[in-house]
């Protein structure tokens, strides 16, 4: 479709109410195929990136811009290896070369000083039909020689209009901005010179209609443009130094619309939720016997966790805390004496864990110690036989058993509690939002602690979990061993081995990873199984190895890992798709084989599987030569420190918060224009100023047109949300 797509004319008839409508103008609502030059095919084409209306068409932001500083002449092309932008107008293009293989596309481009050729080997059929004799575009890409001619191989292209072109080479100096685009888009016309034109019309039909949400006060404070001009200044700068302010603009609020959600939630848990009010542990009680029976001395760290939570516990709200500790820093011993805390209240307490493994672990550990502070415990998980699962069901049911361990089997619909008033979540990340949420309504709004043993920085914890209380878990109990970790090369392996023996004849119990990689699932795979048979067989013939990997049927994944658990092999040797995450205190071995293809966090969390028991452990990170300088970091940083906040800090500068582990959640808020981590002080600011805003007025009552974008915005969200 022509650039001259129209919409209908204005005395068409009205659709009929089930089709698309046209608003009023100005209204962000107004659906995208009534701005001018859009017309309904590329209405089709623009829903499928999510833009369905003027409001959608006004956020689609630029991915950069082509400013004059950026623009290098022809005649003053160096050929170092910066990337680099020329702007001029087509000479000619065409095919050249012979053969399928020698065949290439070249476009002749001349600013007036001198003449450069692009250069395509790949993807002929749709350069071919790309240029117009005459057409200015920016060709970006690095220039070089090559038989004398100067050139660029497949550069990015950018088309611009004629004054577009002119701007750029003026004094003054134009800035031109650049979308995303893509092949569907592209056929109807919308590359980025389409979409700029359509974007100019959809600006122009929101003038002086585009309302302003924002509290003055807060604008005047932070000399925030207005929402209007901000848009204005992001899509067709005045300046770089107004483009910045636009986008700053933008950043706020969206921030700060996250921040209020967040005010707002945490302000109804506080204020409008009624809780379970538990009484004070009394002195001598069942909880300050627990602590004493334990078999090691609580840290000061733990202790002041554990204060944190009983004076959530007591309060008439519903405590909503996350507890941050790095691997091995003690948190279940926290969460046990949490489900004390309950149970000598009167209630009962329920801790759901990823794996059912860990969930037989724990009630294995733990039922000992509960028995002897008179405590019935109950373990609910899939695997359960018939009657024993009708067994748990009734002691759930009748209020009997006092704590529960279990996995997501606790949130079936066929389990009722007498009296929940404690829900602990380990590893919440592994969780789904709904699925957190089912085990909360399974009592009348009972405490909720979420455990995460991925320390998260301060500006993720913002974001992710705001309205929540946080507490930190950073000392390591006494009772935990060092672990030393070592970065070796593949040809080291018969000196890993023959290390693993030594530990082996002690007694000892060791983990050997392997990484699997979805493109290449049945080579990782065939790694694993080889080594097993290859050890089974050879260097470790004497000795009790296990294998696990994702294609075993889970009743043997899990044998095999109850067999590990139990001390009934040695070795167990495992794909990364097997949840490792078991308490093996004799386990003081970790090998993790193409450790450069592990993620930071990831890496981590498998060293914190050994060294905690009696014996100090070791962790050998086996990596594959060469290997990228992310993968170098990571691998240095984790032989440098096991604090894994300082981890978590290096994995946010290395990966960047948007792939960070485990923060990709349902139920977390999408940052489509701010950069939580780039924007740090920003999000700081927005955050003080949306939490002030709503203890001043938790209603919104004096920001109607904040209360109605938040509603719009928001609203929908805020049950799942609500989970943490």
Request: glycine residues 10%; contains cysteine; positive net charge.
């Amino acid at each position: 479709m022509s650039d001259t797509d129209k919409a209908p004319p204005a005395q068409a008839a009205a659709p009929p109410a089930a089709g698309p409508r046209k608003l009023a103008r100005g209204d962000l609502r107004t659906e995208v195929q009534f701005i001018p030059k859009v017309g309904p095919q590329r209405a089709r084409q623009l829903d499928r990136v999510g833009i369905k209306t003027l409001g959608d068409l006004l956020y689609y932001l630029p991915r950069r811009y082509l400013d004059r500083s950026l623009i290098v002449p022809i005649n003053a092309l160096d050929l170092s290896d910066r990337e680099v932008t020329v702007v001029g107008k087509v000479v000619n293009f065409g095919l050249f070369g012979g053969g399928r293989v020698a065949r290439r596309f070249e476009v002749t481009l001349t600013d007036g000083t001198g003449v450069l050729l692009g250069v395509w080997f790949q993807g002929l059929q749709y350069w071919i039909g790309a240029f117009q004799p005459g057409e200015h575009v920016a060709f970006s890409g690095k220039a070089q020689y090559y038989r004398e001619r100067l050139q660029m191989s497949h550069p990015a292209v950018d088309f611009l209009d004629e004054q577009e072109s002119l701007g750029l080479k003026a004094k003054t100096g134009a800035i031109i901005s650049l979308y995303p685009s893509g092949e569907q888009l592209t056929k109807v016309g919308l590359d980025s010179r389409g979409i700029r034109r359509i974007m100019a019309e959809g600006l122009n039909l929101a003038k002086g209609m585009i309302p302003e949400f924002l509290p003055p006060d807060l604008m005047k404070r932070h000399a925030l443009l207005s929402r209007a001009d901000a848009l204005q200044q992001v899509h067709f700068p005045d300046s770089m130094t107004k483009k910045e302010a636009g986008w700053r603009r933008l950043k706020y609020e969206e921030m700060f619309s996250v921040q209020v959600t967040l005010a707002l939630r945490q302000f109804k848990r506080k204020h409008r939720q009624q809780g379970n009010a538990f009484p004070r542990p009394a002195r001598g009680g069942l909880t300050a016997q627990a602590v004493k029976k334990l078999p090691f001395q609580l840290t000061d760290g733990q202790l002041s966790v554990l204060t944190d939570i009983r004076k959530d516990m007591e309060a008439p709200h519903p405590m909503n805390r996350l507890l941050q500790g790095d691997v091995g820093s003690g948190k279940t011993a926290v969460a046990v004496i949490a489900l004390m805390m309950a149970a000598e209240g009167g209630y009962q307490g329920a801790l759901m864990v990823p794996t059912e493994v860990l969930a037989e672990q724990h009630h294995r550990t733990w039922e000992p110690f509960f028995q002897a502070l008179g405590i019935k415990s109950a373990l609910l998980i899939g695997g359960l036989g018939v009657a024993a699962r009708r067994q748990a069901l009734d002691q759930i049911s009748s209020g009997q058993a006092q704590v529960v361990i279990g996995t997501h089997a606790l949130i079936q619909e066929k389990v009722q509690f007498s009296r929940l008033g404690l829900v602990i979540v380990d590893e919440q990340h592994r969780f789904g939002v709904a699925q957190r949420l089912k085990l909360r309504q399974k009592g009348q709004t009972p405490d909720v602690l979420v455990l995460t043993a991925t320390p998260i920085p301060r500006s993720l914890a913002l974001t992710i979990y705001g309205d929540l209380e946080i507490s930190l878990l950073k000392e390591r109990p006494g009772h935990r061993q060092p672990i030393k970790t070592l970065i070796r090369s593949s040809r080291d392996l018969e000196k890993i081995i023959a290390f693993l023996k030594k530990e082996f004849d002690k007694g000892r119990q060791a983990f050997m990873v392997y990484p699997l990689v979805e493109a290449s699932e049945k080579l990782d795979l065939q790694a694993a199984v080889e080594a097993y048979e290859e050890f089974h067989v050879g260097a470790l013939q004497k000795y009790r190895l296990g294998l696990v990997h994702g294609r075993l049927l889970l009743e043997e994944k899990d044998r095999v890992m109850r067999q590990f658990s139990r001390g009934e092999l040695d070795l167990l040797i495992a794909t990364s798709v097997v949840e490792v995450g078991i308490d093996v205190p004799n386990a003081t071995v970790m090998v993790v084989m193409a450790a450069q293809r592990f993620g930071l966090s990831q890496l981590h969390q498998l060293r914190g599987r050994i060294g905690r028991g009696v014996h100090p452990g070791v962790c050998a990170l086996v990596a594959d030569y060469p290997m990228s300088s992310d993968a170098k970091d990571r691998l240095t940083a984790l032989e440098k420190t096991e604090d894994g906040f300082v981890i978590a800090e290096e994995d946010l500068r290395i990966r960047g918060g948007g792939e960070f582990f485990g923060t990709r959640q349902h139920g977390a808020p999408d940052f489509k224009i701010a950069d939580p981590i780039a924007d740090r002080m920003l999000l700081e600011i927005a955050r003080q100023d949306a939490f002030d805003t709503v203890r001043q007025d938790p209603g919104l009552n004096s920001y109607p047109t904040l209360r109605a974008h938040f509603q719009q915005a928001w609203g929908e969200k805020m049950e799942l949300m609500d989970v943490g």
